[in-house]
């Protein structure tokens, strides 16, 4: 058993040996990285292999674009309880687990939160037991890395796989095959008409499989992710016309390229047609080899939608419709009825924006050409559902047209998605009625029973238990540990409110938290930061509606306030940025380039830097994040309400214990109900008031930037440029965008409860005992935001997955 130590050491002795070719002696950590993880992996691959044997129950099959699962060996040393003898051992072999663990890449298989939430319920699954598998691509590069320039961001690729990977296991056996073009041509067969794909291009795909432990559990799920590649029929024709050289090279690079990068979150980029390719390479690779498995169970068709369930992450999966129909009828000869019950009965679908913009819509040219036989379906499907909708809505022809799949030439990917499936949620109470009473109405209306909320949630066991193990030394001392199977015992902590010994050790853990972050600040950017400042957060993508610009204004202002008076009573503050900004999202680029040139100024005037600092941390990913949260006092949630669907960074970071400064959107809501108005700052116009705002043309920025003087010098600077001379001009477009455009995100009609709000926590973070408090009731009700809470809603509500 690898749980001997003894036993452990000569395995790890002997991988050591096999995958470098070292002895002890010459291994450097990253050999010693490889040579612990494959030992963990191979004994992991056959748990799996148990687990796989015996789950005989409903399985449901999450389908992503996006996994964030972050590094897996922290997880699996904890999961596995391995992480003390593991330690002892590489200790007598002159290695330390921490400069080992440093080795790990962070495989960034996604954008941001919707990518992380897939890898929260990934864990989430397998620690309840539950027979939940992951479906996604296996990008050759992850989503870029982040270099800042002179506050200018850019864009290196990622490539994640250039020291291998060790937790996946390659499965050649179990290739498919996907088409794209060619011609669909019709006969009759036995009376029944027959549709055939001829002259497409076929692309191999390759599933990786990466086990997914629960925590002390013996399930194991999966997480297969599909690589394209050339299929050896292929290669060989191609060999036997042309020399075996740079043209086959270049025709294999062709085929493989369609899994080569993951698209940003950019609904300003072109030639997409890359990523129409890779929506339906992952769902028909996906569903053909899930089907090809119930195929051997030899049980009814009909019996699909009791052993399996198809979840599509937002959008992104929704050809999954048209393609399980595709299969069962063209392939397994069912009618279209028939295998439209299936598929609804099957497929259910989550909803992660409302931003129109973000609705994603394909050109009906596109997928006439490259997948003509989803195309007809599309449309048989629009056909039958507008036909429905008429009987339903006789003579309401505006309505229809809204409601319609295809119009103007655009396939409504939403639409599909709601129509091709039997349960349609949004991510947080607030969000889930604006889908129901604006965004979705005529849908809602057409099938109210369609539409539920699941909150989204975050495992506590990564963003406490492994990023945070001082606070959960501490908790565990407390309230013992089953919280860790529970999260909602986490609510013992209560009785703690009064216990001024626990408060200060409370307070102690976020000092040193804080400590380490400095440390890494300093390693990093050579920038002193103070622990015993206010850390003050906003981590997420750089976004207009995440609003980074209400923030960095407000520091502007702060700055002045500090330059007139710097013997204000001001408690020391730390400003932590962190965040990606799409390629071609040029706005944003110039938010990073504004909190770059804040933070230079501010950062290097003698007068303020004992009291303000600003940090714009680069390339923010899960193990930066897993570094950030922990350090957390402020936690800011910004977003102009309705616009963000729910956030998970709030979760995270009132789990570590910070404070939310936050407006009244996503999940935000559910957080000040759950703490209560004095453990929390909210602020900000209500979803209510800015649906006012947006309709009725009351809202003149001008008016405000005229009559408040704190926002008309922070906005100034953006052009004046009193303090930032020599910046002058580079700001402008943020300047009218807030001016001259009339200020889309609402950031000055914010301002002034921002800043009252801001001002608050710098008096309340002074009466030490009372934050401590606040900080206490903030994790104590976290354990309601837990990944398991919501994935035992779905299984229950949605999918009828039971243990
Ligand atoms: C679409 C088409 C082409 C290229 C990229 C995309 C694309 C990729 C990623 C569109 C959207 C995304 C990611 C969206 C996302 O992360 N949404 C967030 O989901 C979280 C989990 O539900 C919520 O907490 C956030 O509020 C929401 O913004």
Redesign the pocket.
């Known amino acids: 058993m690898i749980q001997e130590k003894e036993r452990f050491k000569q395995l790890f002795l002997t991988a050591l040996n096999h995958t470098t070719g070292k002895q002890v002696e010459e291994a450097t950590d990253q050999d010693a990285y490889v040579a612990l993880s494959t030992v963990l992996s191979n004994y992991i691959q056959e748990k799996h292999q148990d687990s796989v044997k015996q789950a005989t129950s409903k399985q449901v099959y999450y389908f992503s674009?996006?996994f964030l699962i972050g590094g897996l060996l922290q997880t699996h040393l904890s999961y596995l309880t391995l992480e003390e003898d593991v330690t002892e051992v590489l200790q007598e072999l002159g290695f330390s687990l921490d400069d080992i663990k440093a080795c790990e890449h962070d495989p960034g298989l996604?954008?941001?939160?919707?990518?992380?939430?897939a890898a929260c319920f990934l864990d989430s699954f397998a620690s309840l037991n539950l027979s939940g598998n992951g479906v996604g691509l296996r990008y050759r590069y992850g989503l870029f890395n982040q270099r800042l320039e002179n506050g200018r961001q850019f864009e290196l690729p990622d490539h994640w796989l250039s020291e291998g990977y060790v937790w996946e296991f390659r499965k050649p056996s179990e290739a498919v095959e996907v088409s794209f073009g060619g011609q669909v041509e019709s006969s009759v067969k036995n009376g029944k008409l027959q549709f055939e794909l001829e002259h497409a291009e076929i692309v191999r795909a390759v599933p990786y499989d990466i086990p997914i432990l629960g925590y002390q559990t013996d399930k194991v799920n999966t997480l297969r992710l599909w690589a394209a590649e050339p299929t050896s029929d292929q290669v060989l024709e191609k060999a036997k016309y042309e020399d075996f050289g740079s043209e086959m090279l270049t025709y294999q690079r062709k085929l493989e390229a369609l899994t080569d990068f993951l698209?940003?979150?950019?609904?300003t980029?072109d030639g997409?047609i890359l990523?129409l390719k890779q929506e339906y390479f992952l769902v028909s690779a996906g569903i053909q080899s899930i089907l090809a498995k119930f195929e051997k169970r030899k049980l009814a068709w009909s019996n699909l939608p009791n052993f399996l369930s198809f979840h599509i992450n937002?959008t992104?999966p929704a050809f999954l419709i048209p393609e399980l129909m595709r299969i069962l009828m063209d392939e397994k000869g069912l009618s279209w009825d028939d295998a439209w019950e299936i598929t609804t009965q099957s497929v259910s679908y989550?909803n992660?924006?409302t931003l129109q913009e973000?609705l994603?819509t394909w050109p009906e040219n596109w997928v006439k050409v490259f997948l003509p036989r989803i195309y007809m379906i599309l449309v048989e499907m629009n056909e039958r559902f507008c036909q429905q909708m008429w009987e339903k809505y006789p003579g309401e022809f505006d309505r229809i047209a809204q409601l319609a799949l295809i119009a103007d030439g655009q396939i409504k990917m939403a639409h599909v998605a709601i129509v091709g499936s039997h349960s349609i949620n949004g991510?947080?109470k607030l969000?889930t009625e604006i889908l129901k009473k604006k965004e979705m109405r005529l849908f809602y209306q057409a099938y109210p029973d369609r539409f539920n909320n699941k909150t989204?949630g975050i495992s506590h066991r990564r963003w406490l238990m492994l990023a945070n193990p001082y606070l959960t030394k501490l908790i565990t001392e407390a309230i013992g540990d089953e919280w860790l199977q529970s999260p909602k015992q986490l609510i013992k902590l209560l009785d703690f409110q009064e216990d001024s010994i626990f408060l200060e050790k409370l307070q102690q853990v976020k000092l040193h938290n804080k400590q380490l972050l400095a440390n890494y600040v300093q390693k990093e950017q050579g920038i002193v930061i103070n622990p015993n400042a206010i850390f003050d957060v906003q981590v997420k993508?750089i976004h207009g509606y995440k609003r980074q610009l209400l923030n960095i204004l407000h520091i502007i202002y702060l700055y002045r306030e500090l330059k007139n008076d710097p013997n204000k009573s001001f408690p020391p503050r730390v400003f932590i940025f962190a965040g990606k900004a799409a390629p071609g999202y040029y706005f944003a680029k110039q938010i990073i380039q504004l909190i770059d040139t804040v933070a230079k100024i501010v950062n290097q005037d003698p007068i303020v830097k004992e009291k303000l600092q600003v940090v714009f941390l680069e390339n923010f990913s899960n193990q930066l994040a897993e570094k950030i949260i922990p350090a957390a006092d402020v936690s800011e949630q910004l977003?102009t309400a309705t616009k963000?669907?729910?956030?998970?960074g709030n979760m995270k970071m009132m789990m570590n214990g910070a404070l939310t400064l936050g407006t009244m959107d996503?999940?935000n809501i559910e957080i000040f109900d759950k703490v209560g108005k004095g453990n929390i700052y909210p602020f900000g116009l209500s979803a209510k008031e800015v649906l006012h705002f947006q309709q009725s043309n009351e809202y003149v920025a001008r008016d405000i930037y005229h009559t408040d003087d704190r926002i008309r010098y922070a906005v100034d600077q953006l052009v004046k440029a009193e303090d930032f001379l020599e910046n002058e001009g580079l700001f402008h477009d943020v300047y009218h965008a807030l001016v001259t455009y009339n200020d889309e995100y609402f950031v000055l009609k914010d301002f002034a409860d921002y800043a009252k709000q801001q001002a608050r926590i710098s008096n309340e973070y002074q009466e030490r005992n009372k934050w401590t408090q606040k900080s206490l009731i903030n994790i104590a009700y976290s354990g309601q935001f837990s990944s398991d809470d919501t994935i035992a809603s779905y299984a229950s509500d949605i999918w009828d997955l039971r243990e």
């Open positions: 674009m996006e996604g954008n941001g939160g919707l990518g992380r939430l698209y940003p979150d950019d609904s980029d997409k990523r937002d992104h989550t992660h924006t973000a994603e991510v947080a969000h989204n993508r977003s963000e669907a729910s956030g998970t996503g999940a």
